[in-house]
């Protein structure tokens, strides 16, 4: 089974603290992506990575940073959090889309809450 | 702009059959999915959807009309674990995953 995992499920920070959140999977998926949730709206893309030191922003990548220094790991950065960053945060990672789409695989969420 | 649109809740009784639909606008289109999560965990594969019609697993079903923009998910025999949202994502011509906001399925005994 792919497995996703995320560092921590719930994390409280206080206003301008820097946040790190990890993502490791254990498939060798060259996607990594990370999501927010929050209630009524749909997932939003936050970054992707389709390699190794690579990264693409997503729909909404202000605030935050990520880096992939090795496959399997992905880590989204808030740089100074803020209060409106509080939220679920969702990792996922898939096989590449080159001859057939693949699903993404999340990790079980990380709710962050700033305070 | 791209746009999904999904019902914010159902309510069903267990045992019944409950239809989610999901209307999408999209710049493009590679396929759509659909998801299930449970309250306070990760959203789990249920189906994909790249051709017209209806595909068949177990208790689901999820169905696709290209020319119409639509897309439902069909559970049957419904159990009270069955109570969750439903996401439902399309690939965009650029192969983006666009979310709609999902739908809380509740599931009354």
């Known amino acids: 089974d792919v497995k996703v995992t995320q560092s921590s499920r719930y994390l409280v920070k206080r206003t301008g603290e820097k946040v790190f959140l990890e993502c490791v999977q254990d498939?060798?998926?060259?996607?990594m992506f990370w999501y927010r949730q929050d209630p009524g709206l749909g997932l939003r893309l936050i970054y992707f990575s389709y390699d190794v030191k690579m990264k693409e922003k997503g729909d909404i990548p202000e605030g935050y940073s990520v880096s992939r220094e090795k496959k399997e790991r992905f880590s989204l950065i808030l740089e100074s959090a803020s209060t409106n960053q509080t939220s679920m945060y969702l990792c996922?990672?898939?096989?590449?889309?080159?001859?057939?789409?693949?699903?993404?695989?999340f990790g079980p969420g990380t709710r962050l809450t700033v305070l | 702009g791209q746009n999904i649109d999904q019902p914010t809740e159902m309510t069903a009784t267990e045992g019944a059959i409950v239809q989610i639909n999901c209307t999408y606008q999209t710049s493009g289109f590679n396929g759509l999915f659909w998801y299930q999560q449970h309250a306070g965990e990760a959203p789990t594969f249920l189906s994909y959807?790249?051709l017209d019609g209806l595909e068949e697993k177990g208790r689901f079903s999820s169905f696709l009309s290209r020319s119409k923009g639509y897309s439902y998910l069909l559970l049957k025999e419904l159990q009270m674990k069955d109570s969750a949202s439903y996401l439902c994502a399309v690939y965009d011509s650029n192969y983006q995953l666009i979310w709609g906001a999902g739908t809380k399925l509740i599931i009354k005994p």
């Open positions: 498939m060798d998926h060259e996607n």
């Open positions: 996922a990672s898939s096989p590449p889309t080159r001859e057939k789409v693949n699903e993404q695989f």
């Open positions: 959807n790249v």
